[in-house]
């Protein structure tokens, strides 16, 4: 599904918006920070979040990447949510190490790990070059 090129561009770390579908069936789009696993791509979230609650009721959404100036282009990603536990912070340090670096990602999962995180999967079912 992916190709070599969506699979660089995808390395950078560039804020993404992550789309679920609220209760009424409207759009919530979110800014999250992401990482490419495999065919998927994934963001951390805290359990009690609204887009978590979205997912539980809809998995169906999408996350954009890109389309800002310098950003190189900008891609499309539609498919479907899996909630995983990401009961020890694997997930989000490997995140806020690749946007933060090491040193401020230990700081600030220190801070953030007092909450229970999820690992938010994106299951890619369609993928659009959109700039």
């Given at each position: 599904?992916?190709?070599?090129?969506?699979?660089?561009?995808?390395?950078?770390?560039?804020?993404?918006?992550?789309?679920?579908?609220?209760?009424?069936?409207y759009?919530?789009?979110?800014?999250?920070?992401?990482?490419?696993?495999?065919?998927?791509?994934?963001?951390?979230?805290?359990?009690?979040?609204?887009?978590?609650?979205?997912?539980?009721?809809?998995?169906?959404?999408?996350?954009?990447?890109?389309?800002?100036?310098?950003?190189?282009?900008?891609?499309?990603?539609?498919?479907?949510?899996?909630?995983?536990?990401?009961?020890?912070?694997?997930?989000?340090?490997?995140?806020?190490?690749?946007?933060?670096?090491?040193?401020?990602?230990?700081?600030?999962?220190?801070v953030?790990?007092?909450?229970?995180?999820?690992?938010?999967?994106?299951?890619?079912?369609?993928?659009?070059?959109?700039?």
């Amino acid at each position: 599904m992916l190709t070599d090129e969506m699979r660089e561009f995808l390395k950078k770390p560039l804020i993404a918006r992550m789309a679920t579908l609220d209760y009424n069936g409207y759009p919530h789009i979110v800014p999250v920070w992401y990482l490419l696993d495999g065919d998927d791509i994934v963001v951390t979230s805290m359990q009690k979040t609204r887009k978590n609650g979205h997912i539980k009721s809809n998995a169906k959404g999408a996350l954009t990447v890109g389309g800002q100036p310098g950003d190189g282009g900008g891609y499309l990603f539609k498919g479907d949510w899996v909630i995983e536990p990401d009961s020890d912070n694997a997930w989000l340090m490997k995140i806020a190490v690749h946007y933060e670096g090491k040193e401020q990602a230990e700081k600030d999962v220190a801070v953030w790990g007092l909450e229970v995180s999820d690992l938010l999967r994106l299951k890619i079912k369609k993928a659009i070059k959109v700039f």
